[in-house]
């Protein structure tokens, strides 16, 4: 009575359902699977009440399974739709397949257990395991159907399960596709047991992503952090192939979504995140629209999860007021242009911020035979640290001293340097605050070191005697006093020497007569503990020799001419005000451009402008508001006067009216319409008398269907320049840090296939800055501002970052804090020897903190004497043939560099070159190969020749002097790098040029006197300053 009664209620629900579902045709209700299923199971009970007969019927009531799994899918998705979960896609797949599978399972074991009956009489389990045989395709045959209904029914049931199951897995394995592409979820469990970082970017890059995850995992701390990437875009194959590595499988998850849907930073947990990083895409044609994605993409995270922290990278300047909420921004243009900038006072300023921004253990480039790889490799594991100095080893002892001393002391101590400080009561940091800053317990000192504080094991100096090769390697061939420094040098253990005051007028301090002369070489004075009033006030830095040695004249002239302030108009929202030399009246804008005369002036090019100092170029594509920045370092007020180089805007577009009206303020800045691949316009612009070009990577070459041929056309645009111009100083921006080996590109040059192989051997050892021993990138000539995207990844362990940056740059000017600035080691300066002594100089007479030393060699497996270019294997015979030949090279080398000048000397030249090589086999081979190398040196100078005619025809044509036009002056020959906070040991050379971190000139001028006059005191190659008016 029972199952009747079910069957009747199940019927009528079927009934009621088709009814309530009935849209005008009937026969689809009729048709339906469940409908056909209630009516074989509950027809046959109904029946029955009215034919008794009927009760021992077989009513497969087995069938209901597939009612229940009808009912349960529909279950699952009313739940789902009920809590509004809409990733449920793949959960309710899965869920139909199991349930799919079991029905069939569960059918086929009743039907065959049922008409087995009248044959074997198969219990249950036989009949599960009959089926299971048959449905996996293995058939074992020991369990087979017998009657003839049986088998029939097994036909039908396999029919079925190949009709259905393909189906079932078919989408199965499109969802899985699907989530793999989207990459899933990253699961509320993870997220609040786990620390996670969520990175946006609108296309992800295997060159960006790597960067990232190499300076991310470089801290020590962050080793069990997750990187959630939330990208629109599909996986590239280059990325997936990289994320298959497990060292990065089982950190990376990656998310195909969008910032701006609330479900995609649901799915990546956006609300529990330690922090979120916004990239923005640099590679687009238009980057004010990839900023504006950057903007919307931070608005969203902000609305989503107000409490996570933002790290936003922005291009634009002029953008970047609308993120002011952002915990951390770095804008892209203001950071290029203010480096650029330094890098034509200061050289190399980009490497020697590239460096500081980037994690090394400082370990690239030691197993190379060249010194100045070790020193250069070592010196660049250099970083910035911070720790409370009541806290501090190296820094506790100077609480209640001046800034100087104990940045001084503690560097002849641990080889640590002190840079900066930041006060408990404020906020700003302070570069070299100057010996009127005392020390206290709660101060915050920023220090660049080779490892922090924390990580370094001290060792006394008993134990330090017990291991005597490690000091060994400071004495070096002079032989010199060691002071401390094991830490600077590339190793964690620091040597604690002997701190007791030494008179610093002793004979250690000073050079030994020579000969017959008896007059003492001058000695250094100590750096005392509390800065002396007196002295600071006879050492003013705005004060101005040149101004004594001008006529009263020229000064009251030179007086109307600039004046100092801060600038009256600025392009964009957001600058930083900045104390600059002024013109007292803006330039009208007809005489702003350079190659056209106007009523005002007359000149159509530089050189009529009869500059004193040499020009600035920069080759731009457009003025942006970038630009500005640009400027405003080569101008501000604590550059000398008479130093102001001319600056000439080389530019493809004329600029806006509001750009030249905020550059019309500023002395000798100028502009022209042109392009680099026009000589002619380069010759306009001065370029035969310029100190620097600077080659800035232009927006519409930015992207290209080749990601690293977006810098084809710069790299060679440059190579032509240092072909024309090969004396003149060229700094080019990239915008792939890989294409820095084709810059200066010399084919067969041996010296730079060594390098290159080096730089394969440090990308092999998972060098995050294997192209640092290039030589363009050394030297200062070439960077890529993709290099400094580590600036925003190292904020997040290093929040002061970001502020040091801009303050060396002098993007932002805090009252107090110290600028960067450089001097140049002379002849006269070489009595210091030491950078030690060096470093107690500085500090006791000007204030001045030295960070590093930039240096130029020789290249000692240079091609330049010959400039010939040869392969690496023949390279070692032309060596000997220039040691057996060094006499008659150097006189026909001679000969023919004085027969350059005069074409009647030079023709004779190659006639004699070709009478020589007919003659060639009368000769040795040794003889032959340096008639040969001979040869090829004329050939080379005739096609240097033909390239200086060019140049020197061009002027003429142009009307423009060709004196001043040094084609053969070749740099080829020389190579630079930088020594970032060197030991105390290190010797000085003639030229180096010593990077300084000088004290804020306005902050020893006293309130009462506004204005004043003084002498400067007298320093190793420091520069004068100007008088400032207030």
């Given at each position: 009575m029972e199952k009747v009664s079910v069957a009747l209620i199940s019927l009528f629900e079927t009934i009621l359902l088709g009814y309530l579902s009935y849209k005008g045709n009937i026969w689809e209700q009729i048709l339906r699977i469940p409908f056909i299923l209630e009516i074989i199971n509950a027809v046959p009970f109904i029946i029955s009440i009215f034919w008794p007969s009927l009760r021992n019927l077989f009513v497969p009531v087995f069938l209901n399974c597939w009612l229940a799994k009808h009912a349960l899918e529909n279950m699952i998705n009313d739940l789902h739709r009920a809590i509004q979960r809409t990733q449920s896609a793949m959960f309710n797949q899965v869920l139909i397949l199991i349930s799919t599978l079991l029905c069939l399972i569960f059918t086929c074991i009743c039907g065959i257990q049922h008409l087995e009956r009248i044959g074997k009489k198969l219990n249950l389990f036989d009949s599960l395991y009959f089926c299971i045989v048959t449905f996996s395709t293995v058939g074992f045959g020991d369990v087979t159907p017998e009657t003839w209904s049986s088998k029939l029914f097994v036909v039908a049931m396999i029919c079925v399960a190949l009709v259905v199951l393909p189906i079932q897995f078919e989408q199965l394995a499109y969802l899985w596709m699907e989530r793999q592409k989207s990459g899933g979820n990253y699961s509320r469990h993870r997220a609040q047991t786990e620390k996670h970082v969520v990175l946006c970017v609108s296309s992800l890059k295997i060159d960006l992503l790597m960067d990232f995850l190499n300076e991310f995992y470089a801290h020590p701390r962050l080793q069990d952090y997750y990187v959630v990437i939330l990208c629109p875009t599909e996986m590239d194959v280059q990325v997936r192939r990289v994320l298959q590595i497990p060292m990065w499988s089982q950190r990376v998850i990656y998310l195909q979504g969008s910032a701006l849907k609330d479900q995609d930073l649901l799915r990546a947990k956006m609300d529990d995140a330690e922090a979120c990083f916004i990239l923005s895409s640099r590679c687009e044609v238009d980057r004010t629209s990839s900023d504006h994605q950057t903007i919307l993409r931070a608005w969203a995270v902000k609305d989503f999860a107000p409490n996570c922290p933002l790290y936003v990278q922005i291009l634009k300047p002029e953008n970047k007021f609308h993120i002011k909420f952002a915990d951390h921004v770095v804008c892209e243009e203001e950071f290029k242009y203010a480096m650029l900038a330094l890098n034509c006072i200061c050289p190399a300023t980009s490497t020697l911020i590239t460096l500081l921004v980037h994690t090394s253990r400082g370990q690239e480039g030691?197993?190379?035979?060249?010194?100045?790889?070790?020193?250069?490799?070592?010196?660049?594991?250099?970083?910035?640290?911070?720790?409370?100095?009541?806290?501090?080893?190296?820094?506790?002892?100077?609480?209640?001293?001046s800034f100087t001393y104990a940045s001084f002391h503690a560097h002849k101590k641990?080889?640590?340097?002190?840079?900066?400080?930041?006060?408990?009561?404020?906020?700003?940091?302070?570069?070299?605050?100057?010996?009127?800053?005392?020390?206290?317990?709660?101060?915050?000192c920023f220090y660049i070191n080779i490892t922090k504080e924390e990580n370094s094991a001290f060792k006394n100096q008993d134990q330090q005697k017990k291991s005597n090769v490690s000091r060994s390697f400071y004495h070096g061939p002079?032989?010199?006093?060691?002071?401390?420094?094991?830490?600077?040098?590339?190793?964690?253990?620091?040597?604690?020497?002997?701190?007791?005051?030494?008179?610093?007028?002793?004979?250690t301090l000073s050079l030994p007569t020579e000969g017959s002369k008896e007059i003492r070489r001058p000695s250094i004075a100590p750096v005392l503990e509390v800065a002396d009033t007196s002295s600071i006030q006879t050492c003013d830095?705005?004060?101005?020799?040149?101004?004594?040695?001008?006529?009263?004249?020229?000064?009251?002239?030179?007086?109307?001419?600039?004046?100092?302030?801060?600038?009256?108009?600025?392009?964009?929202?957001?600058?930083?005000?900045?104390?600059?030399?002024?013109?007292?009246?803006?330039v009208p804008f007809c005489c702003l451009r350079l190659d056209k005369s106007c009523q005002h002036n007359y000149y159509e090019d530089a050189k009529a402008y009869g500059f004193k100092n040499k020009l600035i170029i920069v080759a731009a594509e457009t003025a942006g508001n970038g630009l500005y920045n640009f400027i405003v370092p080569l101008r501000a007020y604590y550059r000398p006067k008479k130093e102001l180089n001319p600056i000439v805007l080389?530019?493809?577009?004329?600029?806006?009216?509001?750009?030249?009206?905020?550059?019309?303020?500023?002395?000798?800045v100028?502009?022209?319409?042109?392009?680099?691949?026009?000589?002619?316009?380069?010759?306009?612009?001065?370029v035969t008398?310029?100190?620097?070009?600077?080659?800035?990577?232009?927006?519409?070459?930015?992207?290209?269907?080749?990601?690293?041929?977006?810098?084809?056309?710069?790299?060679?645009?440059?190579?032509?320049?240092?072909?024309l111009f090969s004396s003149l100083s060229i700094i080019t921006e990239l915008t792939h840090p890989a294409n820095m080996r084709f810059m200066q590109f010399r084919a067969k040059d041996c010296y730079s296939l060594a390098l290159s192989k080096l730089e394969k051997k440090e990308r092999e050892k998972?060098?995050?800055?294997?192209?640092?021993?290039?030589?363009?990138?050394?030297?200062?000539?070439?960077?890529?501002?993709?290099?400094?995207d580590t600036l925003l990844y190292q904020s997040f362990v290093k929040d002061y970052m970001i502020s040091i940056t801009r303050l060396l740059l002098g993007l932002d000017t805090t009252p107090g804090s110290g600028f960067l600035c450089s001097m140049k080691i002379t002849e006269d300066d070489l009595w210091i020897r030491t950078y030690a002594r060096l470093y107690q100089k500085l500090c006791s007479s000007t204030g001045d903190v030295p960070i590093g030393i930039y240096r130029t060699e020789s290249q000692k497996l240079t091609t330049s004497e010959s400039q010939i270019s040869i392969s690496v294997e023949e390279w070692e015979d032309t060596k000997d043939c220039k040691e057996q030949g060094h006499h008659r090279s150097n006189h026909r080398n001679s000969t023919s560099s004085d027969q350059s000048d005069h074409p009647l000397l030079r023709r004779k030249s190659m006639q004699w070159a070709r009478r020589l090589s007919r003659k060639g086999p009368k000769h040795s081979g040794k003889t032959a190969e340096k008639i040969t190398q001979q040869r090829l040196n004329l050939y080379r100078r005739s096609e240097r020749q033909e390239l200086a005619e060019l140049v020197n025809n061009r002027m003429k044509h142009l009307g423009l002097s060709t004196a001043g036009y040094d084609e053969m002056n070749d740099h080829q020959s020389t190579l630079s790098y930088i020594l970032i906070n060197p030991s105390p040991d290190t010797r000085l050379e003639l030229n180096d040029v010593v990077y300084l971190i000088r004290p804020d000139p306005l902050a020893y001028l006293p309130n009462s006197e506004p204005s004043r006059k003084n002498s400067i005191c007298n320093t190793t190659g420091q520069d004068s300053r100007e008088e400032t008016q207030l």
């Open positions: 030691q197993q190379s035979p060249e010194q100045w790889q070790k020193m250069y490799g070592r010196c660049s594991g250099n970083e910035v640290y911070h720790i409370v100095l009541e806290e501090s080893t190296f820094f506790a002892e100077y609480e209640g001293k641990f080889g640590v340097c002190l840079i900066g400080v930041r006060r408990e009561d404020n906020k700003n940091i302070l570069l070299n605050p100057g010996p009127r800053c005392i020390m206290n317990a709660t101060d915050i002079s032989r010199l006093p060691v002071h401390s420094i094991i830490a600077s040098m590339g190793t964690v253990a620091i040597d604690l020497q002997d701190t007791s005051c030494r008179s610093t007028s002793g004979p830095l705005l004060s101005d020799q040149s101004e004594d040695e001008t006529t009263p004249d020229e000064e009251i002239s030179s007086n109307l001419e600039y004046a100092k302030g801060y600038p009256p108009y600025s392009p964009y929202i957001g600058s930083s005000p900045t104390f600059c030399h002024l013109l007292h009246e803006k080389l530019l493809d577009n004329p600029p806006d009216m509001h750009f030249l009206d905020a550059i019309c303020w500023f002395p000798m100028y502009y022209m319409v042109g392009s680099i691949d026009n000589l002619d316009d380069l010759l306009r612009c001065g008398f310029a100190a620097n070009m600077v080659v800035v990577d232009k927006e519409s070459t930015m992207s290209a269907e080749e990601d690293y041929m977006a810098d084809a056309k710069t790299i060679v645009n440059v190579q032509t320049l240092f072909r998972g060098s995050n800055l294997a192209f640092m021993f290039r030589l363009p990138f050394a030297a200062g000539r070439v960077f890529s501002i993709s290099m400094l």
